[in-house]
């Protein structure tokens, strides 16, 4: 798929004057992390990650045709029903992006009215949530204008516009899992969007168990934007993502075979290696509280005390994802509540679970 497939031929959008969609779009948490990209929004390696369930964003778009057309776009945010201006920059710098391949935004005014189904500010990432709803809804226009496209268009177009919000956002589309970036492990795999992994999922991975442990809730001080900076020059970036891209081959191995102690160890090296190329950074930082420690090392010990086949991974912030099979339910909710949520704030968590992906409501 080249760039060029995404921009439409001869839409008639006179008939069109106003609506209103609305989508869910969950989350999605990175197996194989994506750190490091080039201008626009290529990534410098693929990733691959389980999409969420309990954790998504709602979105609401309205449009309405101007009555004349102008070189502005015009539209307002309401974030959990609050006029939200500080959305605006990065929506407005979107739409930049993706003027070229959705060539009517400039004939509507838009209402985008958005909220998600985690605790605001809970550290955990609502860019993907948030600009894959978005990009679904601005494609229900397209669709409408286009009733033809096909369903595979759709979602494609959808996670390349997704994309050029923020990365992550591409493999918030589709579940349940999604591989952005292209590679010769897996079929049709691109760099301009997110692919549903195309091989058979072993049973183990059938219902996931993704807690989020809520550590630290603060505003994060250095950006996922900021991060990804500093791969360029980074004294590892290069030996990072070479084992990134062996990481992706060895991940696409485990969900066929089922192997959950491949899985384990694969799984926290890359949240680790992904931390560690943010504390080699220039400037370096640390993401990770005393808190996210402490709820590694309990994982370490309960995992070698019983035999059980927890694991943990990180995003770009304090929070664990802590990632069990559906077997081991019971047992591992019995250790969270009793061992782990006394690390988090106010004891916060969020019991999710890999999920099917984006939805229109
Ligand atoms: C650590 O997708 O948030 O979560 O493209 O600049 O918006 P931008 O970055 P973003 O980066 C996500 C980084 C990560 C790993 C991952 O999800 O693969």
Same mark, same amino acid.
């Given at each position: 798929m080249t760039d060029n497939n995404f921009i439409p031929q001869n839409l008639d959008y006179s008939n069109l004057k106003k609506g209103s969609f609305t989508f869910k779009t969950p989350s999605n948490i990175a197996l194989v992390k994506y750190w490091g990209k080039e201008k626009?929004?290529?990534?410098?390696n693929s990733s691959i990650s389980f999409t969420l369930s309990a954790c998504f964003t709602l979105t609401t778009l309205d449009f309405e045709k101007k009555l004349k057309s102008d070189d502005n776009f015009d539209f307002e945010v309401f974030f959990e029903d609050k006029n939200h201006d500080d959305f605006k920059p990065k929506i407005k710098k979107f739409f930049e992006r993706i003027d070229s391949y959705l060539p009517f935004l400039k004939d509507y005014k838009f209402t985008i009215k958005t909220r998600n189904?985690?605790? /605001? +500010?809970?550290?955990?990432?609502s860019s993907a949530s948030g600009m894959a709803a978005l990009s679904l809804c601005l494609m229900q226009i397209e669709k409408e204008l286009?009733?033809?496209?096909?369903d595979e268009y759709f979602n494609k177009k959808a996670s390349f516009l997704a994309r050029l919000g923020s990365?992550?956002?591409?493999?918030?589309?589709?579940?349940e899992v999604v591989v952005w970036g292209k590679h010769p492990?897996?079929? /049709? +795999?691109s760099d301009v969007l997110g692919v549903k992994f195309p091989y058979p999922i072993h049973?183990?991975?059938?219902n996931y168990h993704d807690t989020i442990l809520l550590v630290d809730k603060g505003?994060?001080?250095?950006s996922s934007t900021v991060g990804h900076d500093l791969m360029?020059?980074?004294?590892f970036a290069e030996q990072r993502f070479k084992q990134a891209y062996d990481n992706l081959n060895e991940m696409s191995i485990i969900l066929q075979t089922g192997n959950l102690k491949d899985f384990i160890s694969l799984v926290e090296s890359e949240a680790l290696t992904l931390h560690a190329m943010m504390m080699t950074s220039n400037p370096y930082f640390i993401l990770m509280k005393p808190n996210t420690l402490k709820i590694i090392e309990k994982i370490w010990a309960f995992r070698k005390e019983t035999n059980s086949n927890i694991c943990f991974t990180l995003d770009a912030g304090a929070n664990v994802h802590v990632l069990f099979p559906e077997k081991e339910k019971e047992q591992i909710h019995g250790f969270i509540t009793n061992k782990?949520?006394?690390?988090c704030q106010n004891k916060q968590f969020i019991c999710d679970r890999i999920g099917l992906g984006a939805k229109m409501v």
């Open positions: 626009i929004q290529i990534p410098k189904s985690f605790p /605001h +500010s809970s550290g955990i990432a286009n009733p033809n496209i096909s990365g992550s956002a591409s493999r918030s589309i589709e579940g492990a897996i079929d /049709h +795999s049973q183990n991975f059938k505003e994060k001080q250095v360029n020059n980074h004294p782990l949520i006394e690390h």
